[in-house]
């Protein structure tokens, strides 16, 4: 189908595509994978703090799952989880459009944040994990106080 126009073909989503029409996709596309508000928030709070991480990373190399924040001297992994694709208890709401797949999408995502956990808890990680609408000065002390606790603890043992 061509727009008299511009010349342009409107785009048609292919047949079993997610994206249900243009205006679907676009907005799909924009939602971010990393930095977002929520994790940029406490991010700052937390390197106010004085600690160092990393952003993005991959807490165990043959595990290809990525966490917000990965402290990996003393092994803390951290997820700031959005209410919609996490399937938040107090926030997530079921989609009306296109139902059956974003609903088993979400119940995917939350079965492999379970098993992310149960991973990297087996690997010696303690995982924390927050939800973007907790307040990211509540977050941030949480993360500082587990860093700290382990890198006591790791002290210690030496």
């Keep these: 189908m061509e727009n008299e126009e511009t010349g342009a073909r409107a785009w048609i989503p292919p047949t079993g595509s997610w994206a249900s029409s243009a205006a679907r996709r676009r907005n799909m596309q924009a939602i971010r994978s990393r930095d977002t508000t929520p994790e940029r928030l406490i991010r700052q709070l937390v390197h106010a703090k004085g600690l160092r991480y990393r952003v993005a990373a991959k807490p165990l190399p043959g595990l290809r799952r990525t966490a917000d924040m990965v402290f990996r001297p003393t092994r803390v992994a951290v997820f700031i989880d959005g209410c919609?694709?996490?399937?938040?208890?107090?926030?997530?709401?079921?989609p009306k459009t296109n139902a059956g797949y974003w609903s088993?999408?979400?119940?995917?995502?939350?079965?492999?944040?379970?098993?992310?956990?149960?991973?990297?808890?087996?690997?010696?990680?303690?995982?924390?994990?927050?939800?973007?609408?907790?307040?990211?000065?509540?977050?941030?002390?949480?993360i500082a106080a587990e860093v700290e606790s382990r890198r006591h603890s790791t002290r210690k043992a030496e």
Excluded: I
């Excluded at 919609?84 to 079921?94: E, F, K, L, R």
């Excluded at 010696?124 to 941030?140: D, I, K, N, Q, Y």
């Design 84 to 94: 919609y694709w996490h399937g938040c208890p107090a926030h997530y709401v079921p």
């Design 104 to 142: 088993d999408k979400v119940a995917r995502n939350m079965a492999r944040d379970r098993d992310t956990d149960q991973r990297l808890a087996e690997a010696g990680w303690t995982v924390l994990r927050f939800w973007e609408h907790e307040p990211p000065s509540e977050c941030a002390a949480q």
